[in-house]
């Protein structure tokens, strides 16, 4: 990813609650980084009960007036936030959701997307299929609001033969946070070895020093990393992780599974996922 966030694309929903937690959170982002913002809405279940309409006729009318309700709602909700930063809208009539998002994306070249996520509750089968097939960083909120100064948790795996490239960008993505918000990065890595407890200590605070984050605090937590980490993260009350979306899983069972997973899914926070940077970008 990019070190510098200019453009977010903020993914919201009908329910009115869930889109004022995601579109605040989306323009306290751009207020810090001093980015512009997209706020976006899909109909996706009109679009799909259009794909069984036998009418084409009335399938286009149906679309054309959600995408009229879809505006006017982003209209309403745009009037209800801080002017301080530059908003444009865009909505969609399509289906799958996770397939619009993400086409919206190629489109207009965000550097950021957000999206609520339910608390205390498991991502949907659309956000699974999101955090795999968005080509730019994700972040997940719940909504909650950060401190002043907002602790950012890395997590990372420095075990011998996992990709350098990928915590390489997990670490600048949470730098670039911290930067805009003046908040602090922590480094986490478990390992159920204590005999690996310092190579993999020194490993992190090297990788630290090539992304920028002298003197960050760099903790390597003992056991199972995603019971080890939940319990960790839960102590320190983290304002947001960051960690790689693992697109490389086969099924949504599977990338639910893994230890980024089961964090989302167990965790309130928010979560900033990042993918491995393609090779002529590194």
């Known amino acids: 990813m990019s070190d510098e ?27 810090l980084m001093g980015a512009r913002l997209e706020l976006f809405l899909c109909d996706a279940e009109t679009a799909y009960t259009g794909k069984h309409q036998y009418e084409p006729a009335a399938a286009a009318r149906a679309s054309q007036s959600s995408l009229m309700e879809s505006r006017q709602y982003l209209e309403n909700l745009r009037r209800g936030l801080a002017g301080d930063v530059e908003i444009s809208l865009c909505v969609a009539c399509e289906s799958p959701l ?14 950021l997307v957000v999206r609520g996520a339910a608390a205390g509750a498991a991502l949907d089968p659309n956000d699974w299929e ?8 994700l972040l997940l909120t719940r909504g909650q609001p950060w ?7 890395a997590a990372v795996d420095v075990s011998p033969g996992e990709s350098d490239s ?10 670039s ?21 310092p190579s993999r200590r020194a490993a992190l605070a090297g990788r630290a020093r090539e992304a920028g984050l002298q003197g ?41 599974g893994t230890m980024t997973g089961r964090l989302i899914e167990s965790l309130d926070t928010d979560f900033l996922l990042v993918k491995q940077a393609p090779a002529h970008a590194a």
């Open 5 to 31: 966030i200019r453009s977010i694309l903020a993914a919201v929903d009908r329910d009115p609650r869930q889109a004022k937690r995601v579109a605040v959170k989306a323009v306290t982002l751009a207020r």
């Open 98 to 111: 996770y397939e619009s998002i993400v086409s919206a994306v190629r489109r207009r070249r965000p550097d």
């Open 130 to 137: 999101l955090v795999s097939a968005c080509p730019v960083p």
């Open 147 to 153: 401190n002043p100064r907002p602790l950012i948790a």
């Open 166 to 175: 990928l915590t390489h960008t997990i670490l600048r993505a949470a730098a």
């Open 177 to 197: 946070f911290a930067r805009a918000a003046e908040g602090r990065v922590e480094l986490l890595h478990a390992s159920g070895l204590e005999a690996e407890f």
């Open 216 to 256: 960050a605090e760099c903790r390597v937590i003992a056991g199972e990393p995603a019971d080890a980490l939940r319990q960790f993260c839960l102590s320190r009350n983290y304002d947001l992780i960051a960690l790689g979306a693992l697109t490389h899983r086969k099924t949504l069972a599977a990338l639910a």
